[in-house]
């Protein structure tokens, strides 16, 4: 029987499916993960990108910081916070290094798109009398807006991809199918869970594009 044959037999097998050590239950736990930190990062990379983005200070200096974090391998951050005492926080040390893995695009992406709205633009508005906050959030925000969840989007899917790593600090998530898989020494069980990520990747990829595509035509002219 071949491997690909194999990965089928165990994903059409309905004893996979439920219980606690189930897909559904590792992809619940898999998404509930993924929305936390993609919800904190963003709490965290906006408000600082934006405010900067408007004020036209700092923000190559907040976006080289927060690029030198793609350069650092999220397995050794998760290993380092396991060595600290926010590893006896569960979930604790998963949570922080995908959250610095995701701050990144959010904060570049967010920072590009303010400072590229039409100067012009942002002239007239302050030349009709509006202040830095109307300014903000009426006109440069929503210029803005196709390239923030642009960023948006890539930290949700890097976050689906990168979240299997839970599973070795004993966290849910489909990358515990894998690491069981490993344990078991069944090649079609990692397979099978290595799939199911790449799958769940491709649909947050395409809810984020249909959700693009039904945006009011006024924020999609900002791109």
């Known amino acids: 029987m071949s491997t690909l044959t194999a990965t089928w037999t165990w994903l059409a097998d309905p004893a996979h499916w439920s219980g606690d050590n189930g897909v559904w239950h590792r992809l619940l736990q898999h998404l509930v993960l993924t929305v936390v ?18 004020l036209g200070k700092g923000g190559a200096l907040a976006v080289n910081i927060s690029n030198v974090g793609r350069a650092v391998p999220t397995f050794a951050v998760l290993v380092l916070l396991l060595l600290t005492p926010v590893g006896d ?28 709205v039409d100067r012009s633009v942002v002239q007239a508005a302050r030349g009709m009398g509006m202040t830095g906050r109307q300014l903000l959030l009426r006109v440069e925000v929503p210029l ?21 790593i839970a599973a070795l600090a004993g966290g849910g998530g489909l990358g515990r199918i894998i690491t069981a898989g490993f344990n078991l020494a069944s090649t079609p069980q990692v397979v099978a869970g290595a799939l ?6 491709l649909l947050v990829e395409g809810v984020f594009e249909i959700a693009e595509r039904r945006a009011p035509a006024r924020t999609r002219a900002g791109r």
């Open 144 to 164: 803005a807006l196709p390239l923030i969840m642009n960023g948006v989007r890539i930290a949700a899917v890097q976050l689906v991809a990168t979240a299997t």
């Open 37 to 54: 930190c993609l919800v904190i990062s963003c709490l965290i990379a906006l408000p600082v990108a934006l405010v900067l983005g408007h």
């Open 89 to 116: 926080w569960g979930e604790g040390p998963t949570v922080v290094a995908l959250v610095l893995f995701a701050v990144p695009p959010l904060l570049t992406n967010a920072y590009v798109g303010m400072r590229e």
């Open 196 to 201: 199911l990520v790449a799958v769940f990747a």
